[in-house]
């Protein structure tokens, strides 16, 4: 996966997980360990502060943004 893809990655785990908080609705066990391989994959491919930048974009998506985010080419 190319840094740009880690970096959108990042950015929609961390948005479906804001969202996923102020909905209220947890993840199944599966969709944890899914989620959890993926965080840990992108640990390893960025650096901390790509990270956290993405992360932090992505946790400041609302839901019309991350929709967009996400559907975007």
Excluded at 2 to 18: P, V
Excluded at 33 to 42: C, D, I, T
């Amino acid at each position: 996966m190319a840094r740009g893809n880690d970096l959108r990655a990042a950015r929609l785990l961390e948005a479906a997980e804001a969202l996923r908080e102020v909905a209220e609705a947890a993840m199944s066990g599966f969709e944890r360990e899914e989620y959890g391989s993926a965080v840990g994959r992108l640990r390893q491919k960025l650096n901390r502060g790509s990270l956290g930048s993405a992360w932090a974009e992505g946790g400041g998506m609302t839901v019309d943004a991350a929709v967009a985010f996400a559907l975007s080419p």
